[in-house]
């Protein structure tokens, strides 16, 4: 098991579900609160594959935080 | 040969395949971290936490496993430049906001091109531009305007064209 902590001030709650939701199919996810942190936990077949989804997951939240943001600047 | 250049904020994990960045908060502003960020993570998992109010901590790891430290060294060098390149930006931009927004605005209404006949006629001419309770607004013909004379009221006889006083 894999445990991603996505720091608040960092990332959008709506995006890291939205990227957890994206990659739903291959792997299993809980998503927990914490008072400083989106925490999600991964289960995928193997270490390797599990690595790659988590590495994937969070460049997939962190992008959408990003463009998200920049359409919300004024 | 000479040592590899070594950075206290700069550490490599060749067992996860990662290298990790702390940066200066106060010298890179978070939309800096985003840009350099958001350049890296066609090729690397990039990964943002906040130890402290001071701190950002990157990680970053091959999408490739197997990174040796060469690699994940030049990899970091990489990011660096790219996240003092958008500081830069990032910075220039703020500086020059204003002269920007004043050029779109310029720009855009430019673009429009002046209002047509059609569009002049269809315009609402009646609502109120401004408040203007000290009347600075109001044209001279409004301000200066002869009242009317009122039609019931009595008309005072034009006096008599008197004499000129004799001369002594």
Same mark, same amino acid.
């Given at each position: 098991m894999t445990r991603v902590s996505f720091d608040r001030s960092l990332y959008q709650g709506p995006c890291v579900d939205e990227a957890v939701k994206t990659f739903s199919a291959h792997a299993s996810f809980q998503l927990t609160e914490e008072p400083k942190a989106w925490v999600v936990q991964l289960d995928a077949k193997t270490p390797e594959l599990e690595r790659q989804i988590a590495g994937e997951l969070g460049n997939y939240a962190l992008g959408l935080t990003i463009r998200t943001r920049g359409s919300r600047t004024p | 040969m000479s040592e590899p250049f070594k950075n206290p904020l700069v550490s490599t994990d060749l067992s996860k395949g990662s290298v990790l960045l702390e940066v200066d908060a106060a010298v890179y502003p978070l939309e800096a971290l985003y840009g350099a960020s958001y350049v890296f993570i066609d090729r690397a998992f990039v990964f943002l936490e906040k130890p402290n109010e001071q701190r950002y901590r990157v990680t970053i790891s091959p +999408? +490739? *496993?197997? /990174? $040796?430290e060469a690699a994940l060294q030049a990899l970091v060098g990489e990011f660096s430049n790219e996240l003092l390149s958008c500081a830069w930006r990032a910075q220039i931009t703020q500086a020059n906001r204003a002269v920007i927004e004043a050029v779109t605005l310029r720009a855009v209404a430019g673009a429009m091109g002046p209002p047509s006949l059609s569009e002049l006629a269809n @315009?609402? @001419?009646? $609502? /109120? *531009?401004l408040e203007d309770p000290l009347g600075i607004a109001m044209s001279w013909e409004e301000k200066y305007k002869k009242k009317d004379k009122k039609p019931d009221a009595p008309v005072a006889a034009a006096p008599e064209k008197t004499a000129a006083p004799e001369k002594t």
């Open positions: - | +999408k +490739k *496993p197997g /990174a $040796d @315009f609402d @001419f009646t $609502d /109120a *531009p």
